[in-house]
């Protein structure tokens, strides 16, 4: 029998039972939904936070940081380690000296504050930098409105998107050009104090997502570190990004090494690479993990169908002799049966990746409109479908419905024709 | 012009044990029989004579339990499940329930049988509408068993036996479900096969009358053929 009459055959016996084995295929439709709804939304989720560490901070940056081993500064970190290391802002002088591949370096002081106008009152991380140096390292540090001051006045401040327009719906409160009071809490003297100043917003920085942690962040604000040191009252910084000329893994680590041991251990030195490779690997462990829960939905799909090609085997049991009384082989009934649950499992799977990505796509929505954000717009994401999780999905599906279809199709296959016809 | 002497089917002291649980049933007990090339024979016997079972060896649907039985020249008992299988090709049966599959039209079940012998589409289709024609039955190719009458049901029957240009064709009971009009219907329809096409008939039957049609009656009993007379 040729193939084609073989899924003629097959296709017309489906249509036939339209309920059962909608209902069968249902089982394959979960299975491979759950399976690319999964897939896509960690796979859109893992390339939009990898991009965004990109972004955020250049794959030839490294950061220094005091050694984290038992930091007493807690909260935004003080920039003092357990050992009594301190940064200092001028150490970007040795820092730059220590190697030929290294092309700047800045230092960035950071303090939990907030901001305050006339009719708001918002939270934010007050970085103090060079703008200059600090605009070279992350493209990001870019203005929408206003501009970035290449030599600032020392109460200029330029501010991320979220903090002039905290609810990201198209109001905004403040703009380029208006005047703001810049507050901290001092908590290094007893009681502590709120201190603030006035500033002038000299720009606001483009919309740069959640992800930017190292670089520039929507709810940063950004000071000259001259009037942070005055500010904040120290000189101390808590860390120093150190621009490398190339992002070989070489250079990265002889660099990362080179000044680790100019500092006696007593900082630490990260490369976004290497974070953006263990995220990675922890995103794909994380697939795997939900996957293999996904897969069981269609194990037990894969039960479904060999318990409805048993039922369909019992009821055919007189079809089968009569086919085979006509002359048909064993293995075209054994086909017959395959190419039934073949079809099943090409229409479960592609229904099931359609809902699949459907699904992720409603997800994302959800995730992206700020339920997980806290607030609005924090995490975009896109939901990704590549032609592998198609494959694959499809080769799953057909996979697992033919691999629980070959038992009762060879039981089929084996009848003989007087004992089949005979059947009631 | 085919020889007389062509033997079609060959049966030598075949016999036929059913196993019902540990108890044999000795359906067929060693039988002799021959039918040449255009031959038209009647098998009559009471009810559990082997008649069926008979039938069934000839229609390569099952292999003697010990005897030799050559169909078209080739000893079945050496035949493996594939060779059965195109020999059933070449066989045409035509059962006492009809057998037709119900999920399919009077002309899907007439093209079954040539598309399991991987005959092509359109031949196929052409084919199953003359021979739906030869039956009378032009004006009901669309219409599936169960909208179709005991009679035209048993033609539809007739025509998926012809399909694939049988060299015989067998039928077991072809009247014993249809009234007596339609019955000599498709007598004439079988005599005119065997006389104008030289198809070698095979013809189980209960039917005295029916049986004195055929050239030759064969009388069964027991499992044992008691009688083989040229009417
Ligand atoms: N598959 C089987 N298993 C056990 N016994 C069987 C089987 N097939 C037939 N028999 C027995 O073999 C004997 C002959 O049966 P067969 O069907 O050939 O009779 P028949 O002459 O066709 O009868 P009828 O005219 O009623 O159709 C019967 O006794 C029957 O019970
Ligand atoms: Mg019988």
């Known amino acids: 029998m040729k193939s084609i009459d073989v899924f003629g055959y097959s296709f017309n016996a489906i249509k036939l039972r339209k309920l059962r084995s909608a209902l069968t295929t249902l089982g394959v439709i979960v299975g491979i939904a759950a399976i690319v709804a999964l897939l896509s939304i960690t796979q859109g989720l893992q390339t939009t936070i990898t991009s965004e560490l990109n972004q955020g901070l250049s794959a030839n940056t490294l950061i220094v940081r005091p050694s984290s081993g038992n930091d007493i500064g807690g909260g935004f970190g003080q920039g003092i380690s357990g050992t009594g290391f301190s940064l200092y802002s001028n150490y970007t002088t040795e820092i730059n000296s220590l190697s030929p591949d290294i092309e700047s370096s800045v230092a960035v002081m950071s303090r939990s504050g907030y901001i305050q106008t006339e009719n708001l009152k918002q939270s934010a991380t007050i970085y103090g930098i060079d703008f200059n140096q600090y605009a070279q390292v992350y493209p990001t540090f870019k203005a929408e409105t206003g501009y970035i001051p290449t030599d600032p006045l020392e109460n200029q401040a330029v501010v991320g998107t979220r903090i002039n327009q905290p609810g990201q719906n198209g109001t905004i409160f403040f703009d380029a050009g208006n005047i703001i009071n810049i507050a901290w809490v001092n908590a290094t003297v007893l009681p502590p104090v709120d201190e603030s100043y006035t500033a002038v917003v000299a720009g606001v920085l483009e919309k740069v997502g959640g992800f930017g942690s190292n670089g520039p962040s929507d709810t940063g604000v950004y000071i000259p570190i001259e009037t942070a040191q005055s500010f904040f009252g120290t000189d101390q910084c808590d860390m120093i990004i150190v621009t490398l000329k190339d992002s070989d893994n070489a250079t990265v680590t002889s660099v990362s090494k080179a000044i680790t041991d100019h500092f006696s251990n007593q900082v630490s030195v990260t490369s976004p690479t290497a974070m953006i490779d263990m995220l990675s690997s922890v995103f794909d462990t994380l697939q795997l993990f939900l996957v293999g829960i996904a897969a069981i939905s269609l194990l037990v799909a894969g039960i479904g169908i060999m318990n409805i090609m048993f039922v369909s085997l019992i009821e055919r049991t007189r079809e089968i002799g009569i086919l085979k009384s006509l002359g048909m082989k064993s293995r075209s009934v054994l086909s017959i049966f395959l190419a039934e649950s073949a079809i099943i499992g090409l229409i479960g799977a592609v229904a099931g990746i359609g809902l699949g990505y459907g699904l992720a796509a409603i997800v994302a929505q959800v995730i992206s409109s700020g339920v997980f954000g806290g607030g609005g717009g924090a995490l975009a994401i896109t939901p990704l479908l590549t032609p592998t999780v198609i494959a694959g999905a499809l080769a799953f599906g057909i996979g697992i419905s033919v691999i629980f279809a070959l038992y009762p199709a060879w039981r089929a296959s084996k009848l003989k024709p007087v004992d089949a016809l005979r059947y009631e | ?231």
């Open chain 2, 1 to 231: 012009m085919i020889s007389k002497n062509v033997a079609v089917v060959e049966a030598l002291n075949v016999k036929k044990t059913y196993m019902l649980g540990k108890v044999p049933v000795e359906a067929l007990r060693g039988v002799n029989f021959r039918v040449n090339q255009g031959d038209f024979v009647s098998i009559l016997g009471p009810s559990g004579s082997g008649k069926s079972t008979m039938l069934n060896l000839i229609g390569a649907l099952d292999k003697p339990t010990s005897g030799t039985l050559f169909i078209d020249g080739v000893d079945i008992g050496r035949l493996n499940d594939n060779q059965l299988s195109d020999l059933r090709r070449r066989i045409g049966f035509v059962f006492q329930f009809f057998n037709l599959i119900p999920r399919l039209t009077a002309r899907d079940n007439v093209e079954l049988s040539m598309s399991i012998a991987d005959m092509g589409k359109s031949e196929r289709r052409k084919r199953a509408l003359e021979l739906l024609e030869t039956v009378g039955l032009k004006e009901r190719i669309n219409h599936k068993p169960a909208e179709l009458s005991g009679g035209q049901q048993q033609r539809v029957a007739i025509a998926r036996a012809l399909a694939n240009n049988p060299k015989f064709l067998l039928l077991d009971e072809p009247t014993g479900n249809v009234d007596s009009k339609t019955a000599s219907e498709v007598l004439a329809l079988i005599q005119n096969l065997n006389k104008e096409h030289n198809v070698s008939i095979i013809m189980v039957t209960h039917d005295e009358k029916l049986a004195r049609q055929a050239k030759r009656t064969v009388k069964m009993f027991d499992g044992e053929i008691n009688s083989d007379v040229v009417n």
